[in-house]
């Protein structure tokens, strides 16, 4: 996915300057991309950021300010129905009646689309894990069973294009995982999927590309590995040096030797003969693994920290 | 309208699984029939134009009935709906305003239809109910305050931010109007500052057009009746299709 040809892929989306006031605070901010056919694109920002907002205007249900959108070449605020009629959406918030039951709520929701597009609400169930439970009530369920259930909902008319806002919020490690490899499978299905999220860890694993958003602005839109990478946000290198190259005296010459190896910006010296060096650069791990062979240390171990998404995130929302 | 039978049915079927939801519409006109039927029996009077008190009672009770649904039953669902976010999930479905409205509209008038029919059938078991009017003209005068009375109560819905606040805003709407409209007391039995003041309340209204029809009188002698209500009909429309919230 992550090697999709930019060319060959349609824009599904299109943002342009879209902007949303509530009051006198700029939920959303000038903000311009475009999702492309088949990939999984996640907005990313703190609490505020505009990233439910910024959803809800895609979907229809909120009116802009200024800007012009285009979703599956259809203005959602004035062809709404029609844009909903083909997209499938899970909202942040939302319930359904506590008496009614699982397989009532997918029969009633069915009812609302063109025949031609309804899936089969069994084997809908069957995929999201529900199956043994659509004779329960919706009020019986539990947090994770009940999102499961609205992702059944958002699938129901086999949509083109799937928003999901904080789908995994509340979900336990395992729930989260199942969830992930199922949007995985949707992916492979041809499905377009925009989701927000405030997990990295989420937006590194399923995201072919990621915009993070900060008080409404786009602050940076990439595949997360570039992001990482462009951003040259430091390195951290973990070194334990074997028992004989542990002395004091060693341990202090040689941090001031690897503060002079290039792309070294500090290095410190625990106890035991460890060594954490920070510094960037591709050459970080060769050039300093180079000058300690040089002074005949012995490295018993060591291992590089990889930058994650969070390092990233928090360098951009720091620095706006 | 694609899905307005589906939806009804649903929601139909939740106030089956509910049956609180509806005690108070179906269940309390009930109670009065057999209360004040138990103290003043269906004995033939001239206070009554030669009827008794249960014949004249009734109609004022399917007043009632519309008047529960409208000004609480309706509103409270409704703003219950959308501080749970049920509106808010089926807004996100490809269904127009209409639809979710006329899927209430449907479900209340069946339910205010119900009750009428238990009370009558209960009237007519117990006290022997007469109906010197056209049952059709009743069923039409029956229709139009159902109508009128639910449109006021979408209006009720728009302004309640929750279903407490619709709850307690109806429920007091209700009793203000249900002694005041003469269904519960005789009107002639008001002092005139009181019957002055229930003139300006639509259940006043409901209770005259369908004793009236009731008792066999034409549209023409309660053209004022209709009149009003034709107007809250119109009016809180339009109000509340400019005030109506999703969420």
Known sequence: ??????????????????????????????????????????????????????VECLEGLRKPDQGSIRVLELDPWTQGRTLRERIGLQ???????DRLKVWEALDLFSAFYPKARVADGEELLARVGLLEHRDRYIGKLSGG????????LALLNTPELVFLDELTTGLDPQGRRAMWRFLEELRARGTTIVLTTHYMEEAERLCDRVAILNQGRLVALDRPERLVERLAIN????????????????????????????GVRRVEVGPDGRISVYGRGER?????????????????????????????FLALTEEA | MRGLG??????????????????????????????????????????????????WSTPAYMALIVGIAGLVGLPVTVAGYRERKILRRLRAAPVSPLTVLGAWVLVYAALTTLGALLL?????????????????????????????????????????????????????????????????????????????????????????LLQGLWLGEGWGEHATALLVLSGVLIGSAALSAKLFRWE
């Open chain 1, 235 to 262: 390195r951290r290198l973990d070194l334990e040096l074997a028992e004989a190259s542990a002395s004091e005296a060693t341990l202090n010459a040689l941090q001031s030797d690897l503060e002079r190896v290039p």
């Open chain 2, 120 to 208: 009558i059938v209960a009237a007519k078991l117990a006290y022997g109910l007469r109906v010197p009017g056209d049952p059709l003209k009743i069923a039409l005068g029956f229709g139009l305050c159902t109508l009128s009375f639910l449109a006021f109560g979408f209006l009720l819905a728009s302004v309640s931010r929750t279903a407490r606040v619709a709850n307690i805003t109806g429920l007091a709407l209700f009793f203000l109007m249900m002694f005041l409209s003469g269904a519960t007391v005789p009107k002639q039995e008001l002092p005139e500052t009181m019957q002055r003041l229930g003139a300006w309340l639509p259940l006043t209204h409901a209770v005259e």
């Open chain 1, 284 to 312: 970080l791990a060769v050039d300093v693994l180079g000058a300690l062979l040089d002074r005949g240390v012995r490295v018993e171990r060591f291992q590089m920290e990889r930058p994650s998404l969070e390092d990233v």
């Open chain 1, 91 to 97: 909202l942040q918030e939302a319930a359904l009646p």
């Open chain 1, 145 to 152: 069973q009940k999102q499961r259930l609205f992702v059944a």
């Open chain 2, 6 to 55: 589906k939806l009804t049915k649903t929601e139909l079927k939740l106030f089956l699984r509910e049956p609180e939801a509806v005690f108070f519409m179906l269940v309390f006109p009930l109670l009065l029939l057999f209360v004040f039927g138990g103290i003043w029996g269906n004995e033939p009077s001239p206070y009554f134009h030669g009827l008794g008190f249960v014949d």
């Open chain 1, 1 to 54: 996915m992550a090697g999709r040809a930019r060319s060959q892929a349609q824009a599904v989306v299109r943002v342009e300057g879209l902007t949303k006031r509530y009051g006198s605070v700029r939920a959303v901010d000038g903000l311009s991309f475009e999702v492309y056919e088949g990939e999984i694109f996640g907005l990313l920002g703190p609490n505020g950021a505009g990233k439910t907002t910024t």
